[in-house]
């Protein structure tokens, strides 16, 4: 499961309600939910959150939360 799936999962949410809500697909959020090599687009993400009535700054944060900058070793 992806960390979006995992987001979804955690606060109860409906994917039937987010792909009428949002016009994205139920196979598209379940290759979002279950897929880790499928790509989440901004706008899609922006949707979801906006569906949901999140922050889509804690969408973001969540879904990227093991995102680092690559240190300098000079």
Do not use: F
């Amino acid at each position: 499961m992806t960390d979006l799936g995992l987001y979804l999962s955690r606060k109860s949410i409906n994917r039937s309600d987010v792909s009428r809500k949002t016009g994205i697909s139920k196979t598209r959020l379940s290759e979002l939910s279950n897929n880790r090599r499928t790509k989440l687009r901004v706008s899609e993400l922006y949707l979801i959150a906006l569906a949901i009535e999140a922050n889509p700054c804690e969408v973001l944060n969540e879904v990227c939360k093991d995102l680092e900058i690559k240190k300098n070793n000079s």
